[in-house]
C-alpha cells in the first residue's frame, strides 16, 4: 500500500543535542510537508518542498531545519532542541498539481526532550 | 492569519448521529477538509469538499458547507466507539501553495 512512513515513531534526546527526524514515502508525492503538533493544539506548519524548492513558514524557528534529498525522502533536523520542542512531529505529502491539494500523513514521530 | 474554530468536546451514544462544526474566517478558501486523528496516530483524511459545493456524501459521513456562513459541519450517521478521537476542520486557502489551516480539533466521545 502506498503510505507516508515516519521514523522513529518516538524519539528521546537531550537538551541541546541536535536531532534528526525521517519522513519517507511511496506516494510519488512532490510536495512534502513538516507539522509540528503540541498536546491538545491543531498541527501547525513549520515548512514544505514543493519539489526541490524550500518554502519556510515566517514563524518556524531557525533552530528547525530541513533536507529533501530526493523525491521520497525528508528530514528534519533539530539543531539544539529545547524543553519547548517536545511535541508530535508530522510528516505529510500531496500532489502539487491537484487543486484539491489533500494532505496525507504519516503515524508521527513523537519527540521527548530530557 | 486565517482563523478556524470548532468546539472542544462531544459526546454522542452508541448508534446516535454526531454533528460536528467548524467555522472559518477566509471567504477565498477554495477546498475544506475533515480529518481524523486517533490517540498517538497521524491524520486521516476523511473527506473534502470543494467550496462551490453545499454537500457531500460518503457512506456515514455527510459534509455540509454554508458558504455565506462560512460553517463546515461533518456528520457521522450511526456513531460507533471506534469513531471516537479528535476531528478537525481544515482550509485550503485561494492563494500560495498547499498551505492547510487547521481548527483546534473536536474530540469525539462514543459513549457504548
Known amino acids: 500500500d502506498a503510505m507516508v512512513i515516519q521514523n522513529p515513531r518516538y524519539q528521546v534526546t537531550q537538551f541541546g543535542k541536535p536531532v534528526t527526524l525521517s519522513c519517507s514515502q511511496t506516494?510519488?508525492?512532490?510536495?512534502m510537508y513538516w507539522y509540528q503538533q503540541k498536546s491538545s493544539q491543531a498541527p501547525k506548519l513549520l515548512f514544505h518542498?514543493?519539489?526541490?524548492?524550500?518554502?519556510n513558514e515566517a514563524d518556524t524557528p531557525d533552530n528547525f531545519q530541513s533536507r529533501r534529498p530526493n523525491t521520497s525522502f525528508c528530514f528534519l533536523d533539530i539543531r539544539s532542541p529545547g524543553l519547548g520542542d517536545a511535541a508530535m512531529y508530522l510528516c505529510?505529502?500531496?500532489?502539487?498539481?491537484?487543486?484539491?491539494?489533500?494532505?496525507?500523513f504519516g503515524p508521527g514521530t513523537r519527540l521527548t526532550v530530557t | 492569519g486565517e482563523d478556524v474554530e470548532q468546539s472542544l468536546f462531544l459526546s454522542v451514544r452508541e448508534g446516535d448521529s454526531s454533528v460536528i462544526n467548524c467555522t472559518y474566517t477566509?471567504?477565498?478558501?477554495?477546498?475544506l477538509y475533515w480529518y481524523k486523528q486517533e490517540p498517538g496516530a497521524g491524520l486521516q483524511l476523511l473527506t473534502y469538499?470543494?467550496?462551490?459545493?453545499d454537500m457531500k456524501q460518503d457512506q456515514r459521513l455527510t459534509v455540509l458547507l454554508n458558504k455565506k456562513d462560512k460553517h463546515l459541519s461533518l456528520r457521522i450517521a450511526d456513531t460507533q466507539t471506534g469513531d471516537s478521537a479528535i476531528y478537525f476542520c481544515?482550509?485550503?486557502?485561494?492563494?500560495?501553495?498547499?498551505?492547510?489551516?487547521f481548527g483546534t480539533g473536536t474530540r469525539l466521545t462514543v459513549i457504548p
Open positions: 477566509d471567504s477565498s478558501s477554495t477546498y
Open positions: 506516494l510519488n508525492h512532490n510536495v
Open positions: 469538499i470543494f467550496s462551490n459545493m
Open positions: 518542498y514543493y519539489d526541490k524548492d524550500f518554502n
Open positions: 481544515a482550509e485550503k486557502e485561494k492563494t500560495g501553495a498547499n498551505n492547510l489551516f
Open positions: 505529510a505529502t500531496s500532489r502539487g498539481d491537484l487543486d484539491s491539494g489533500e494532505q496525507y
